[in-house]
């Protein structure tokens, strides 16, 4: 094939490169979808439009499925790198500014955002008040991808429940939870007194799990027990153990409401109990963000009345 000179590149193709990205990423067209909401013919059109304006093929589409061509993986590396340099290019010119611009990327792991130790409204009240000019985008994800997100600068900040210390982030501790082993009213261990349930009958139970390397505390509270499912969000952790056929750890406050309504029960409080934080992560960089920085001091500020040195 013959390739054309490229010549200007403007705001269209640009567009382009980044439905083309979000595609490889998701694995194909039909998965795009909904990361790019926008129609499957609507895509094809756009990455129609991107490989006649190379004047290549970019992507194999059809009954064997989605891949890439030997030109596609090429476009791909370097579209990767000019979306990164214009994102660089954005933070250091909305750094110039008399105050902080831009977008802040913050993602909260799973209940979070209603928890009120988190103390979110008032973060995000006096942060808009001091930088009005930021557009807050705020998302809900699983703690497994937020640390390489932050690390690879997907993400700006990530509030996520402490269980390990990577060399390349910075940590600001919000609060300790206390988790507990729970079961359901239809389990057979609610009934029993603590004093009756033996270490046996606990590893023998069914016990849904984060589904994470756990730190050193909570690895040896598992090595002996039946894992028999997975599930990240409490949520789901709660759902599963009020059929009665699973047990789960949980925070304390998060099971609360369902302690008081009689609907759930710590079990073997005195041996099943770990304390796991919450932190604010950030990446380690010398890169400036005002954004960024100025969060962190509104954190700082909102949970000044309490210590918030790390018991970890």
């Known amino acids: 094939?013959?390739?054309?000179?490229l010549g200007q590149?403007?705001?269209?193709?640009?567009?382009?490169?980044?439905?083309f990205k979000a595609v490889v990423d998701c694995g194909g067209f039909s998965a795009a979808e909904t990361e790019l909401n926008i129609s499957r013919p609507t895509i094809s059109n756009h990455i129609a439009n991107l490989e006649s304006r190379l004047n290549m093929r970019l992507c194999k589409r059809?009954?064997?499925?989605?891949?890439?061509?030997?030109?596609?993986?090429?476009?791909?590396?370097q579209t990767n790198q000019l979306l990164a340099r214009l994102e660089q290019f954005?933070?250091?010119?909305?750094?110039?500014?008399?105050?902080?611009?831009?977008?802040?990327?913050?993602?909260?792991?799973?209940?979070?955002?209603?928890?009120?130790?988190?103390?979110?409204?008032?973060?995000?009240?006096?942060?808009?008040?001091?930088?009005?000019?930021?557009?807050?985008?705020?998302?809900?994800?699983?703690?497994?991808?937020?640390?390489?997100?932050?690390?690879?600068?997907?993400?700006?900040?990530?509030?996520?429940?402490?269980?390990?210390?990577l060399e390349g982030l910075n940590y600001l501790h919000l609060f300790t939870d206390e988790h507990y082993l729970y079961c359901a009213k239809q389990h057979p261990l609610f009934a029993l007194p603590d004093k009756q349930i033996t270490e046996q009958m606990i590893n023998e139970s069914k016990l849904i799990h984060a589904g994470l390397k756990p730190h050193e505390e909570v690895f040896h509270l598992l090595s002996n027990m039946n894992l028999a499912g997975r599930s990240y969000h409490y949520e789901t952790r709660i759902s599963m153990a009020m059929s009665g056929q699973f047990i789960c750890f949980l925070p304390r406050e998060i099971a609360r409401p369902y302690v008081d309504s009689g609907a759930l029960r710590a079990i073997a409080t005195a041996?099943?109990?770990?304390?796991?934080g919450a932190a604010v992560i950030s990446k380690k960089?010398?890169?400036?963000?005002?954004?960024?920085?100025?969060?962190?001091?509104?954190?700082?500020?909102?949970?000044?009345?309490?210590d918030t040195r790390a018991p970890y």
């Open 90 to 165: 954005r933070n250091t010119i909305n750094n110039l500014g008399a105050r902080p611009a831009g977008q802040l990327k913050i993602t909260l792991s799973d209940s979070f955002s209603n928890d009120p130790r988190c103390r979110l409204p008032s973060i995000f009240s006096h942060f808009c008040k001091r930088a009005p000019e930021v557009e807050l985008k705020v998302e809900v994800g699983q703690m497994s991808r937020m640390e390489n997100m932050v690390l690879n600068d997907k993400l700006d900040l990530a509030f996520i429940p402490y269980h390990r210390r």
């Open 9 to 19: 590149f403007g705001d269209s193709e640009i567009k382009q490169l980044k439905i």
């Open 271 to 276: 041996t099943k109990h770990f304390t796991l």
């Open 62 to 77: 059809g009954r064997g499925g989605f891949s890439m061509t030997e030109e596609g993986e090429v476009v791909y590396e």
């Open 1 to 5: 094939m013959q390739y054309l000179s």
């Open 285 to 306: 960089t010398a890169q400036p963000n005002r954004a960024k920085d100025l969060f962190l001091d509104t954190i700082r500020a909102i949970f000044s009345d309490i």
